[in-house]
Every structure is written in structure tokens, then in C-alpha cells.
């Protein structure tokens, strides 16, 4: 495992970053979870992600159970907050981010968190309230340093201009991958010359670029595409995408290396990438997933890969 450094953090973190999104506290039974943690540790990933809103609050409390553990400066935990956690309860408003906060190191049965990201921009919140109270979360010692998921760009550089300086993001979440590429044009740029890192999500668009899903054919019974509610996924699964997909396999094996980790490779060429964030269901995932740090695509096959997907 390779390790790259977190925005102008200081802190350092995993290539490869395990995620609960979807899996611990929900559809993966707390077993299995504890053997995909354990996997990860194994391999020698290191950054952690969670969020209050996963399994509502269930993933936060399953990964309390497990990593208190071990040692603490033996991996980089990182929580969001956001989406409702009930009725009254969601957004960035100061009342939220120190209520939240509070609740997730309940959960995590942590006395910090080493990141604490805004799951989405609050429009309904001045964001100098949010920037003040993130701060005062940091200074009290709850967090070691602060993030965004999905915030544009505007919102990046009113973040960047508030003035007095509140505590600085170093971390952006976006999705990213082969087929989504949208934060390349304006998000990482801006985030490289400000000492902001990308920790993304959906580096294997969702399980599309493991080339599981073939096109004119039903998915894998057990796979996100065959659950009832695959609209979150339809970018992805069109039989045009799938047909490109699979062409990328011939890829993948003249160069030696599965599907996963050619994806998870294309994604971590990006210098602004500290880290891409995948989920498990199985120990097995975990250690295959690992193993995509350190491989280096060249110049010839990124060129054959956009020629593939167009």
C-alpha cells in the first residue's frame, strides 16, 4: 500500500480508502464487516470513511465497536454531516455541526475524528456560521481537519474568501471515475493550487467497471444493478456504457491486472487524488481492491481508455 498526503493537512493517508456507504450497519452483517475491516488493516489501507447518515447512524456505531480496538494513530477515521438525521435535524447550521459531531463520536466511541466533512453545501445556511462552527470543532480537539463532499466551485472559493480566515477545508469528496469525470474541469484544479486533496467515491462506478454487468444480459442477482431501486445508477448502465466497458478488458489483461484495479489505477494517475474510497461486502474485495496502489498506467493505455469510452 501506498500512501499519499491529505490536502495541507499533514495527514497522511491510504491510496485505497475503505467506506461504509451502503454496507456496514445495513446490508452487511456486522461479522462480515468486522473480517472486511480486519482485511483492510491487513493491507495496510489506512483512511476510514463513514457518515452519520450511512444505515442512519448504524455504520458509525459499527465501526465503534470495531476500531476502538486498535490503535488509534493506526488509522484516519473520517464522518459527514448533513442529510436529516430526523425531522429537525439536518444541514450545516452551528446548532447541527456541534449536535452532530457530538453524536458521531458517541457513536464511534472516538474522543476525535481526523476529518469531518459536509456531506453536501447548505444554501439555507450562512456559510460563515458553518466555517465558524467547523472551526470551533477543530480547535475544541474533535476534529483534526475539515472536508466537503459535492461542493462546486463557487462554493470552494466562497470557502476560500471568507475573511477573517476561518479553519481551511483540505478535502473534497466528489464522485470520480472512468465514467465520471466531471470534477476534472474546474473542482480539481481549483482544489490542487488551494492545498485541497480529492478523497473520491464511486472509483469503480458503482461495480460497472469490475465488467460484472454485461450489456443485453439481467445483472448478478446479488449486485446493486439487480436491487429494486437502480435509478442511482442509471448513467452507468446503459447497454452502450456496458458495451465500452467491456472493451476495456482486453485492457486490463494484456496489462496483467483485473478490471478493479485498471479502474482504481486510472483514478489514482490524478496527482490531486489522495485517496479512492471502495466498499466491501467481503474480505476478499478488500485485499483485491488494495492491490490496484502502486500500479502505474502509461501514456499509451490512458490514451487506448478514453479512445474506448469516448
Given amino acids: 500500500m501506498e500512501y499519499r498526503q491529505l490536502g495541507d493537512s499533514g495527514i497522511e493517508i491510504s491510496e485505497i480508502g475503505l467506506g461504509s456507504w451502503l454496507t456496514y450497519g445495513g446490508s452487511v452483517e456486522r461479522a462480515a464487516a468486522a473480517a472486511c475491516v480486519g482485511a483492510a488493516f491487513d493491507e495496510g489501507i489506512t483512511f476510514i470513511d463513514t457518515a452519520n447518515v450511512y444505515s442512519h447512524g448504524a455504520a458509525e456505531e459499527l465501526l465503534g465497536e ?5 490503535p488509534r494513530d ?3 477515521l473520517a464522518t459527514k454531516l448533513f442529510f436529516p438525521m430526523s425531522a429537525t435535524d439536518r444541514g450545516l447550521s452551528r446548532e447541527q455541526v456541534h449536535k452532530q459531531i457530538d453524536a458521531s463520536l458517541q457513536r464511534l466511541q472516538q474522543e476525535y475524528v481526523d476529518l469531518y466533512q459536509c456531506h453536501r453545501y447548505d444554501s439555507s445556511t450562512p456559510l460563515e456560521e458553518t466555517m465558524d462552527a467547523l472551526s470551533e470543532v477543530v480547535r475544541a480537539g474533535k476534529a483534526r481537519a475539515i472536508g466537503f463532499s459535492e461542493w462546486n466551485p463557487s462554493q470552494i472559493r466562497a470557502s476560500l474568501a471568507l475573511s477573517p480566515p476561518a479553519v481551511k477545508f483540505v478535502s473534497s469528496q466528489p464522485q470520480y471515475s472512468m465514467l465520471w469525470r466531471e470534477p476534472e474541469a474546474e473542482v480539481f484544479p481549483l482544489c490542487a493550487a488551494n492545498g485541497i486533496s480529492q478523497v473520491v467515491w464511486s472509483p469503480l462506478a458503482q461495480g460497472v467497471l469490475t465488467g460484472k454487468y454485461k450489456p443485453g444480459e439481467q445483472p448478478p442477482r446479488d449486485s446493486r444493478l439487480a436491487g429494486s431501486d437502480r435509478s442511482w445508477m442509471s448513467d452507468f448502465s446503459s447497454d452502450d456504457v456496458l458495451t465500452r466497458v467491456q472493451q476495456l478488458v482486453p485492457v486490463a489483461e494484456r496489462l496483467g491486472i483485473t478490471m478493479p484495479q485498471l479502474a482504481l489505477a486510472w483514478v489514482l494517475r490524478e496527482p490531486n487524488v489522495a485517496s479512492a474510497i471502495v466498499g466491501a461486502s467481503r474480505p476478499e474485495q478488500v ?11 502509461d501514456d499509451a493505455t490512458l490514451a487506448e481508455i478514453d479512445d474506448i469510452l469516448g
Fill in 74 to 76: 493506526s488509522y484516519v
Fill in 287 to 297: 485485499k483485491a481492491n488494495a492491490s490496484a496502489s502502486g500500479i502505474k498506467l
Fill in 66 to 70: 470495531i476500531l476502538p480496538k486498535r
